[in-house]
């Protein structure tokens, strides 16, 4: 009965590409929240040396000890970043920046001298093999079910639960360190457990989309989903439709133009980025501007009817409250006189009667709201 | 192959000429960078370049260096421009904005890739080795450009070194001054996309980051000058890429970004512990040093206070006293105290044998002890 699912290609891709989303989504959000978006960076690199190291010693690559090694190593470039820190000779961006390209670099080299031993090539570090997931199969209760869906199905529970039942400690950590660690809650155990298991996703979703790719789906989805609420709970609701979207259109986007499927799969969470950067509802570029202009519209209203306001029942009163005195006594154009004059009339803030222009009620209150406030 | 032969070979020649330039480059630069903490802007910018190498290919449809290196400063310059419009316009932090441009143009650059190689254009070739650098595949005509763009970059550096002292240690004072901080603060940042652009052949932009850092870091524990720490990065940033292009060109099949990225971190660690001054390992020397002598005063007043408090300069004090005073053995600080001639162990009168080798203070310890408590201020005590 299952048998046709496993056998959909597209499906298993997609699928896999979705529990990368997700998975990383997971983990991210807490990582972009706290700051430290640019350890998912050094850790997606620096899991290579522990995939090559676990893969020279053990000759399998997949498995929970192989995960769990070589996420090791991820969780060794955050202890060496901090021990440098620590040392107060090297400012934290540096000692990232420091820790990471070695591990790499020495990863890098042990695939080029083990080459023929090795399971994965330099390519497939940066790019991964997301389009050929389903080659590599186990069979469970007769089906044959992609190793790495396998892996990353895991991963996702795994991350799904911790955050699940640490949801409270995390938040609070997260929010507030000072407050958590007063409160006895560890916080820096549970953080040293988030980038563990950051590092495990990175080695499980290394053979799908590689060690720089990787960065994408930890970052982006939450930091898009970060634009578009306020509210915990909701940003992973978003960061993981994102994810699954990001997925979906980004496979069919790669088959049509035949190119990497897994960039594909990045390029679009960086395209759904930039809507939330542009369109978001709240902190959106032009909710901003929309603001903005609402703002200025309503000065513009507030002005004019404060100056109405002044003049009122004064003998300057047929010389100063025409459109045309504005231009004089408010420093505006013609035009922008005209236009302020008109959307006060739409709005019932002002009267016109032949050239004399007159509050009406509602319009008084918003003068005396500004210049007698106490009373309001 | 003697040494001789060595030098003369095109191959190594070119690789020698352009790895030095590299390090030339990334030092002086990465000195700048690193000092105003955006030590991994280098990383978003390498990394961002990948696309522009890649539609740099695609316009002039051959490995026209020129053309790819020129693609891969706009990219990064575009994603220098977007990390900035990300971090101001939205509250993303800048490590947000750092992660989000390197991360999706690097896959840009994938798709771009992957694209190319779909296209079946047989000069595509070689596209790859921008991933992890090939100093190899360096050709004589590669150099003229690479060093070009080090000179220029050079140049500036050097007729804006002032400003750009200033902008890097005090923006605010530069600003006040009526510096255009701004726009030098853009040029630094667009002077580090160059030097990733020269990078690109030699490491490739997976590493470039590490080559901006590294030899700045190295130079800084040897130096307080902003002068002397410039020199020196790039100093260093030549000679480990010099070193690592040659390990490179001369092993069949290693990555040079690796090599070079090794090598240069190996003067890091190297400057980390050893450097005079700020380095780790004269740090733990001196830190032992001030604690046994600390132990060593410490016990001395101990002992003169102890005389004090009985009224009796001869006061004996036993070893186990002491120790049970301080909490530790004070058995090395007391064998200090008695070769300084401070001390001296009780000869015991033949009635009293349980008090041999107790400790009595000697007329130069009261006056040494004495000096040390009035060096601390009595009053503190």
Redesign the interface.
Same mark, same amino acid.
């Given at each position: 009965m299952l048998a046709p699912l496993f056998d959909n290609i597209p499906l298993m891709i997609m699928l896999v590409g979705m529990l990368v989303g997700i998975a990383s989504t997971l983990v991210g959000t807490f990582l972009v929240l706290r700051g430290s978006s640019m350890l998912s960076d050094a850790i997606g690199h620096s899991i290579v040396f522990g995939i090559v190291i676990v893969w020279l010693l053990t000759h399998q690559q997949s498995g929970p000890v192989q995960i769990v090694g070589a996420a090791l190593t991820g969780l060794l470039t955050v202890f060496l970043t901090e021990l440098l820190v620590n040392t107060q000779r090297v400012k934290k961006d540096a000692a990232i920046g420091l820790v990471f390209p070695v591990l790499f670099s020495i990863g890098v080299l042990l695939l080029n001298l083990y080459a023929r031993d090795v399971h994965i090539d330099t390519h497939t570090v940066l790019l991964g093999e997301i389009g050929f997931v389903w080659l590599d199969t186990v069979s469970i209760g007769g089906y044959p079910v992609p190793q790495s869906l396998l892996s990353m199905g895991a991963m996702t529970l795994l991350n799904g639960l911790f955050v699940l039942v640490f949801f409270k400690e995390l938040k609070l950590a997260t929010f507030d360190a000072p407050l958590a660690k007063a409160l006895g809650f560890a916080p820096g155990v549970l953080f040293y457990a988030l980038l563990m298991l950051t590092s495990g996703t990175a080695v499980a979703a290394f053979d799908a989309v590689g060690a720089v790719l990787f960065v994408a789906f930890v970052i982006v989805p939450p930091s898009a989903a970060y634009l578009l609420t306020n509210r915990l709970w909701l940003m992973f609701v978003y960061g993981m439709v994102i994810s699954v979207l990001s997925s979906v259109s980004g496979y069919y986007l790669a088959v049509a133009w035949d190119v990497s499927i897994g960039g594909m799969m990045a390029v679009m969470t960086g395209v759904f980025l930039l809507l939330a950067f542009l369109a978001g509802p709240h902190y959106g570029l032009l909710a901003q501007l929309a603001r903005r202009r609402g703002q200025r519209r309503l000065n513009e209203n507030r002005t004019l009817a404060v100056h109405l306001y002044n003049h009122e029942g004064e003998p300057e009163q047929a010389v100063e409250n025409v459109t045309r005195a504005l231009r004089e006594h408010l420093h505006w154009d013609a035009a922008k006189a005209r236009r302020v004059v008109q959307r006060s009339r739409e709005q019932g803030h002002v009267l016109q009667e032949g050239e004399l222009l007159h509050l009406t009620p509602a319009g008084r209150a918003i003068a005396r709201e500004i210049l007698e406030p106490a009373k309001f | 192959m003697t040494i001789l032969d060595w030098l003369q070979d095109y191959t190594i020649q070119n690789v020698v000429i352009g790895a030095a330039l590299l390090g030339l480059i990334s030092g002086v630069l990465g000195s700048f960078a690193?000092l105003r903490?955006?030590?991994?802007l =280098?990383?978003t910018l390498s990394?961002a370049a990948l696309p522009g190498v890649c539609i740099g290919f695609l316009i002039a449809g051959t490995r026209n260096i020129g053309s790819i290196l020129f693609g891969a400063l706009v990219s990064g310059a575009l994603a220098a421009l977007l990390m900035l419009a +990300?971090t101001r316009?939205?509250?993303?932090?800048t490590?947000?904005g750092?992660? &989000?441009t390197?991360?999706?143009f690097?896959?840009?650059?994938?798709? !771009? !890739?992957?694209?190319i190689q =779909?296209t079946n254009n047989a000069a595509q070739g070689g596209l790859?080795s921008f991933?992890?650098g090939q100093a190899a595949a360096t050709l004589r005509s590669d150099l003229w450009i690479m060093g070009g763009i080090t000179v220029a970059a050079l140049g500036l550096v050097s007729l804006l070194w002032k400003e750009f002292k200033l902008v890097s240690f005090d923006p605010s004072y530069a600003a006040s001054l009526g510096l255009p901080v701004v726009w030098l603060e853009v040029l630094l940042t667009v002077m580090i996309a160059l030097a990733v652009v020269v990078g690109l052949q030699m490491v490739g932009v997976? !590493?470039m980051?590490?080559m &901006? &850092?590294?030899p700045?870091?190295a130079a800084?524990?040897w130096s307080h000058r902003l002068e002397g720490m410039v020199l020196l990065a790039a100093a260093i940033g030549v000679g480990g890429g010099v070193f690592g292009a040659l390990l490179s060109a001369l092993s069949r099949? +290693?990555?040079t =970004?690796?090599?070079i &990225?090794?090598s240069v971190?190996s003067v890091?660690i190297v400057s980390?512990l050893f450097a005079p001054r700020?380095g780790?390992v004269w740090e733990i020397v001196r830190l032992r040093r001030s604690r046994r002598r600390l132990r060593y005063q410490q016990v001395l007043t101990t002992l003169y206070q102890l005389a004090a408090a009985h009224a009796d300069s001869r006061y004996r004090s036993g070893q186990g006293m002491i120790d049970t005073y301080h909490g530790t053995s004070t058995q090395r600080a007391l064998r200090k105290l008695h070769r300084r001639g401070y001390v001296v162990r009780h000869a015991a009168p033949p009635e009293e044998p349980n008090t041999a080798g107790q400790w009595v203070l000697t007329p130069a310890g009261i006056h040494e002890a004495e000096r040390i408590l009035d060096s601390l201020g009595r009053e503190a005590l």
């Open positions: - | 690193v903490k955006q030590s991994l =280098g990383d990394h +990300l316009n939205s509250r993303l932090k490590d947000a750092l992660g &989000i390197l991360s999706t690097f896959a840009l650059g994938v798709v !771009l !890739l992957t694209y =779909g790859d991933l992890f997976v !590493l980051a590490a &901006i &850092i590294a700045a870091v800084r524990q099949g +290693l990555a =970004g690796p090599l &990225i090794l971190s890091v980390l700020r780790f």
